[in-house]
């Protein structure tokens, strides 16, 4: 073969801010150290590695020695380092500001730890809009890469995505390198010389091109240590051996410097939003982020106030906290709770000292085109969706929690048909009707076809007291439903951080209704073992210590959750006696190829008895409060 063909290899690297240090040390002993003590025996391969500001900042802090093999694979001219986002973000989510931002903040840890500049720009998921092309040229960046998939959804043939491409945006350039997509997964499945002798062969005579391709992230759910490093000496000797031959392999700075007049394209959108919507929780901290975005860009005056409130929020713009890919995402309540604990930070960041004053907030914050309803005070955020006029965000700030950061059960396609699904986004205060023979069996088991959910239905807005903070909501009867000549009221009030929650139920029918009440309720913890949850329920001021698992628990007027990780108390009582149901709520999901129990909250039904004759009212409340 007269002319040799270029290879770009590389690797990406990155483990999700939030994620436990037990995992960091896993993954670092059987991954990345492997890898690069494997490539620093084999000095002729040179490589583009990529390891996200996340996982830099562990390393540097756990295993200072990795800097050293890097610093000198850069002095031997071995690799060049890939910047991105600090924390991995889907930069087609953010706003511009954070997505520079990101970029920056990662570019300047790189440059101050290994003494030179990135040049390129990893884009997670190879989420792609075309202004991405003006963003990473204002960043300093000269390439990036994406899949070749979306090459060919721009028109280019197979053939033709061999090699770089420019692309444009406002009249800024970047190249953008193919990723090959087979390559990658035949190099997961079978022996690396095999791969490339196959695929050499079935290139033309003297072809010129350039091969991207990264085919091992950290990521991967391998085999033993011991076999995995085997296994990166297979591939690189195979490298090393079609180097000889048949190959070239490169570093993409050093092939533009060689490479010029790139033909130009504009690639379509890549950057699906469309889990958003499949995970309304998902669509939760991406509001919240949007939200705390414009509190941060209202500060004035304080820039380095403004620049920490910057650096909190972008901790929780990482792309696998939104989606359900690789281990987990949206799924793993750890990494949920890292994101709103540093959006909570930034918020608390930009309140005044001292000048803060609560509010109620009329304000489209879940961006679905209607106004919710924001409740702020000293310690307590409460944010409610005419929607159930249920809270579906509870706010602890002086630990910066989100008490309603729960999750809901989902069939996912690799999920079997006997799952349970919710159907509806958890929260507190999402009402029930249901016979008055229906067991905690029932509920365990979704049978609700004879039930009335109110929060699936939307209530109307009856009152709105801005100054006193009280909101009223009401849903009418609704004929054809179950218990649907029931008319429901909500009156929610905030004073010094109690949230006092009154009901008013009234039987607008011509006949007799006897029912459960049952205003259902989800607090998310930290975990539900011994070490995170004591629940205790409460009986004319006596509190007894009651199980974490499935309960049922008779004529209480209370219950309390004592979190200690945060070491503070949830206290829930009510005016009127009444019975209680707890449920654990778990998700089954899949991690790492094996399907797991995750954690999302406790599900709590404080049920009443009501009879009600035409006309007839039933009046009852319950007064929440958190605190140290």
Known sequence: MAYKPGFIFGSHNHIPYGTENDEFERIYTGKLKPFISTLYQYPNIPAILHYSGVLLYWIERNHPEFFMIILDLISRKQIELLGGGFYEPMMTLLPVADKIGQIEMLTTYIRKQFGKRPQGCWLSGSAWEQNMAGVLNTCGMGYTFLEDALFYRAGIRAEEALEPYISEDQGKLITVFPLSGRLHAELRHKKAALVLETFLKELPPDANLLVSLFPEGILTEGKAPQKYEAGLHQLFEAFSLAMETSIELTLPTRFLKTHQNFAKVYFPCSASRQFLITYPESNGIYSKMMFTHVLINQLRGDKSRKRNAREELWKAQGYNTYNHEGDGGIYCNTLRNAAYKALLEAEKTTREQGSFIPSLMIFDFD???????????????YYIKTQGAGVFELDYLPKAWNYLDTFARRREPYMDESSF????????????????????????????????FCGSEKYQVSEIDKVQKKACFRLLPQEGLPFGTLEVE???????????????????????????????????????????????????????????????????????????????????????????????????????????????????????????????????????????
């Open 490 to 628: 909500k009156r929610y009030h905030l004073k010094m951080d109690l949230l006092t929650l009154y009901y008013s139920l009234i039987n607008r029918g011509l006949e007799p209704e006897e029912f459960k009440f049952i205003p259902q309720a989800d607090f998310s913890f930290p975990g539900d073992g011994a070490a995170f949850l004591r629940i205790f329920t409460v009986n004319a001021g006596e509190k007894k210590a009651v199980s974490r698992e499935i309960g049922e628990f008779n004529h209480i007027t209370g219950i309390e959750f004592q979190d200690v990780q945060n070491e503070t108390i949830v206290n829930l009582l009510s005016n009127r006696p009444f019975d209680l149901w707890l449920i654990p709520i778990r998700t089954r999901c899949r991690i790492s190829e094996k399907m797991t129990d995750q954690y999302q909250s406790t599900c709590i039904m404080p049920i009443q008895t009501i009879f009600l004759g035409p006309g007839e009212r039933f009046e009852t409340e319950f007064r929440l409060r958190i605190y140290h």
């Open 421 to 452: 699904e919710d159907g509806y986004r958890r929260a507190a205060f999402l009402d029930r009707l249901v016979p008055r023979d229906f067991t905690l069996q029932d509920a365990l088991e979704n049978r609700f076809a004879d039930s009335r």
């Open 367 to 381: 961006l679905d085109g209607e106004a919710e309803y924001l409740f702020q005070d000293k310690n307590i955020n």
